[in-house]
């Protein structure tokens, strides 16, 4: 009775340390009552020997599920917590063994000596169960350090196939554990590169919306600048008949002028736009675009905040978009070196059309544009639309591509349609 007693405590001091790692306030759900129940069970059919010496291994296998449902947190933090506690636990332990020795001098029973010291553990856990996230936090913070558990594992496989190799004979419980903890590596190297992969999406999305956010600021600061000096601007225009010498002449200057002071303004609009991010990439799309001698005519009737699809993966779609617009445009001639772009909304969608002229194409060859490495520009190119597919069946919007005829020329439309 004082060993299961002893090893009640063992369990209720692991769940404690659990709480502190987590940063959370101890409970005593239903869960956790039901985890205690089931390990002291398992430990009653070790005692009479029904199941052998593999108590330790299922108890840790419980209480890492436990984890698993009772804060419900990343796989990772929830495999460094678990090790951290078993850790933990396992210092106290060894640091108890001096009060142990003093304990012998009293209490001659093992169990009685064992049950003491456990509640001295359990009642300094409970002391610095506060301190303990703090510890989580720097080991989940630290690269090194977060990838111990899987090199934990690794030993303690070694061990296993080690002690079999030597005793030629291969226990249920040892096999149990052996496949118990490689299947844990496997998760954890699994959910390590998921969390690789998903830190550097996170950095990569930080980068985009740092980029266009400070592009954005430009914008606004641009237009600030032609605002304070628009007094200067018609002071211009009025002076202008003291150096023209004749009607004509004077008409003529004003509408340049004109036309300048509106050339320059003629993003202007895109801060109606209600996202910052995707503003200030189309700012600095748009120049690029000019930049390289095409001209960009645009509509932006949007009043939307925000898109089903992150923002970082909408700049991706449409830089790809707006980037075959351009090279299409390009090899025009100059009068038809144009590329249309067209963001609007109604009660269900909200429709990014990118347009530019080309000879008018069939519904097939539209087709093979989605095709991975189909390109009419040379070998090796041809990636752009395949990604932009890839990306529609990944977050439903669809898709739309059409020849429109307008002012004698096709043509060919590309179009997103995002639901709201």
Same mark, same amino acid.
């Given at each position: /009775?004082?060993?299961?007693?002893?090893?009640?405590?063992?369990?209720?001091?692991?769940?404690?340390c659990l709480f502190g790692l987590y940063g959370k306030k101890v409970k005593g759900d239903i869960l956790t009552t039901v985890v205690l129940v089931m390990n002291m069970f398992i430990f009653s059919?070790?005692?009479?020997?029904?199941?052998?010496?593999?108590?330790?291994?299922?108890?840790?296998?419980?209480?890492?599920?436990?984890c698993l449902y009772e804060f419900r947190e990343s796989i990772k933090l929830t495999v460094a917590n678990f090790f951290l506690c078993i850790i933990l636990i396992t210092i106290l332990q060894l640091?108890?063994?001096?009060? =142990?020795?003093?304990?012998?001098?009293?209490?001659?029973?093992?169990?009685?000596?064992?049950?003491?010291?456990?509640? *001295? $553990?359990?009642?300094?856990?409970?002391?610095?169960?506060?301190?303990?996230?703090?510890?989580?936090?720097?080991?989940?913070?630290?690269?090194?350090?977060?990838?111990?558990?899987?090199?934990?594992?690794?030993?303690?496989?070694?061990?296993?196939?080690?002690?079999?190799?030597?005793?030629?004979?291969?226990?249920?419980? /040892?096999?149990?554990?052996?496949?118990?903890?490689?299947?844990?590596?496997?998760?954890?190297?699994?959910?390590?590169?998921?969390?690789?992969?998903?830190?550097?999406?996170?950095?990569?999305?930080?980068?985009?919306?740092? =980029?266009?956010?400070?592009?954005?600021?430009?914008? $606004?600061?641009?237009?600030?600048?032609?605002?304070?000096?628009?007094?200067?601007?018609?002071?211009?225009?009025?002076?202008?008949?003291?150096?023209?010498?004749?009607?004509?002449?004077?008409?003529?200057?004003?509408?340049?002028?004109?036309?300048?002071?509106?050339?320059?303004?003629?993003?202007?609009?895109?801060?109606?736009?209600?996202?910052?991010?995707?503003?200030?990439?189309?700012?600095?799309?748009?120049?690029?675009?000019?930049?390289?001698?095409?001209?960009?005519?645009?509509?932006?009737?949007?009043?939307?905040?925000?898109?089903?699809?992150? =923002?970082?993966? *909408?700049?991706?779609?449409?830089?790809?978009?707006?980037?075959?617009?351009?090279?299409?445009?390009?090899?025009?001639?100059?009068?038809?070196?144009?590329?249309?772009?067209? $963001?609007?909304?109604?009660?269900?969608?909200?429709?990014?059309?990118i347009k530019n002229i080309n000879d008018y194409m069939k519904i097939n060859d539209i087709f093979m544009f989605f095709e991975k490495g189909y390109s009419t520009k040379g070998e090796n190119r041809?990636?752009?639309?395949?990604?932009?597919?890839?990306?529609?069946?990944?977050?439903?919007?669809?898709?739309?591509?059409?020849?429109?005829?307008?002012?004698?020329?096709?043509?060919?439309?590309?179009?997103?349609? $995002?639901?709201?």
């Amino acid at each position: /009775m004082v060993e299961k007693l002893y090893y009640l405590l063992e369990e209720i001091t692991m769940i404690v340390c659990l709480f502190g790692l987590y940063g959370k306030k101890v409970k005593g759900d239903i869960l956790t009552t039901v985890v205690l129940v089931m390990n002291m069970f398992i430990f009653s059919l070790t005692q009479t020997g029904y199941i052998g010496e593999i108590y330790p291994v299922l108890a840790l296998v419980m209480l890492f599920v436990y984890c698993l449902y009772e804060f419900r947190e990343s796989i990772k933090l929830t495999v460094a917590n678990f090790f951290l506690c078993i850790i933990l636990i396992t210092i106290l332990q060894l640091i108890s063994v001096f009060p =142990m020795l003093v304990i012998r001098q009293f209490i001659t029973d093992d169990a009685c000596m064992l049950l003491i010291v456990n509640i *001295m $553990i359990l009642g300094f856990v409970i002391i610095v169960k506060g301190k303990l996230g703090y510890i989580s936090g720097y080991i989940s913070n630290n690269k090194f350090l977060s990838i111990l558990p899987i090199f934990l594992c690794f030993i303690e496989i070694l061990v296993l196939l080690v002690q079999f190799k030597k005793y030629k004979i291969l226990k249920f419980d /040892m096999y149990f554990m052996i496949t118990t903890f490689t299947l844990l590596v496997i998760c954890l190297i699994q959910k390590w590169y998921e969390s690789r992969a998903e830190a550097e999406l996170k950095s990569h999305e930080l980068m985009v919306v740092s =980029m266009y956010n400070n592009t954005f600021d430009k914008l $606004i600061d641009d237009i600030r600048k032609r605002q304070h000096n628009i007094k200067n601007h018609f002071n211009a225009i009025f002076s202008l008949h003291y150096t023209c010498s004749s009607y004509k002449e004077l008409v003529e200057c004003q509408q340049k002028y004109c036309e300048y002071i509106i050339n320059t303004g003629r993003f202007d609009k895109l801060l109606t736009i209600n996202m910052p991010v995707l503003a200030g990439f189309l700012y600095s799309k748009f120049h690029t675009i000019e930049e390289n001698g095409v001209n960009i005519d645009y509509i932006v009737e949007l009043n939307a905040k925000e898109l089903n699809v992150p =923002m970082y993966e *909408m700049i991706t779609i449409l830089g790809i978009l707006l980037d075959n617009a351009k090279e299409r445009a390009e090899l025009l001639e100059t009068k038809n070196k144009i590329v249309k772009v067209e $963001i609007v909304e109604d009660d269900s969608y909200i429709y990014f059309k990118i347009k530019n002229i080309n000879d008018y194409m069939k519904i097939n060859d539209i087709f093979m544009f989605f095709e991975k490495g189909y390109s009419t520009k040379g070998e090796n190119r041809g990636m752009g639309l395949s990604i932009v597919k890839q990306k529609s069946l990944e977050y439903g919007f669809d898709i739309l591509v059409e020849n429109e005829k307008d002012k004698e020329c096709n043509w060919i439309v590309f179009q997103v349609l $995002i639901k709201k």
